[in-house]
């Protein structure tokens, strides 16, 4: 982390920013292996599909030095909504969890989050995964997103989502022309439980989850400062 934060920036994405998008998402295409702990796309969007979501606002950039390092894909409660990925909700295999029960409350999903193969080993994705994660549960009560099982079990997330509240609730299996069929695991994260998990974290956490959260939170007052 020895490179000035001041220099880094986290804004929303237009569709002038789409190819770039584009170069990141190509350069973490997956192949059909078995497991991957890199993560990446199996399928990730087309690009109509980013430049639709640029024009709402609903894609965030980080950027250092006005270098793209990544981006993030995520829907509030409205436009989750009215998604595709809402209306298959009765296709899931629900365990344990009933979301019927939330449906009066607002919920938000927290799409892709891609991060260039070289910046994988910092604190980019950290830093981006919880901004994302600050943006919905700051109007939203529930937060939904999803990993791959089958064909490739991506587990690169899954230690993110563990650590910051998110519990398994569910399995969508479906089929797609280029791939055949592919399983995805739903995971559920509460916002309180998320701003918990990030306050223990804090406090009780390994050295370097204690110096991400200490770096994220200083870049935070930088930028709200300014």
Not at 107 to 126: C, H, N, S, T, V
């Amino acid at each position: 982390m020895n490179r000035p934060l001041t220099l880094l920036e986290i804004r929303r994405a237009t569709p002038a920013d789409v190819p770039t998008i584009l170069e990141i998402k190509h350069a973490l295409r997956l192949e059909l292996e078995a497991t991957t702990e890199a993560g990446g796309f199996l399928l990730g969007s087309s690009p109509q599909v980013y430049e639709q979501l640029a024009s709402i606002e609903a894609i965030a950039l980080i950027e250092r030095d006005g270098q793209l390092l990544g981006f993030s894909t995520m829907l509030n409660d409205a436009l989750f909504r009215s998604s595709e990925v809402f209306e298959r909700r009765e296709q899931i295999d629900w365990q344990g969890f009933s979301p019927q029960e939330i449906l009066a409350e607002p919920i938000a999903y927290f799409d892709q989050l891609a991060i260039r193969p070289d910046e994988q080993r910092g604190y980019i994705g950290a830093f981006l995964a919880m901004h994302t994660m600050d943006t919905l549960t700051a109007s939203s009560a529930h937060v939904f997103t999803t990993t791959l099982l089958e064909p490739i079990e991506n587990r690169a997330a899954l230690p993110l989502i563990h650590k910051i509240g998110g519990r398994q609730v569910g399995t969508l299996t479906e089929t797609y022309p280029d791939v055949g069929e592919v399983t995805s695991a739903i995971f559920h994260l509460a916002a309180d439980a998320y701003r918990a998990s990030i306050e223990r974290m804090r406090r009780e956490g390994s050295a370097r989850e204690r110096e991400t959260i200490a770096a994220y939170d200083a870049w935070c007052r930088d930028t709200s400062a300014h």
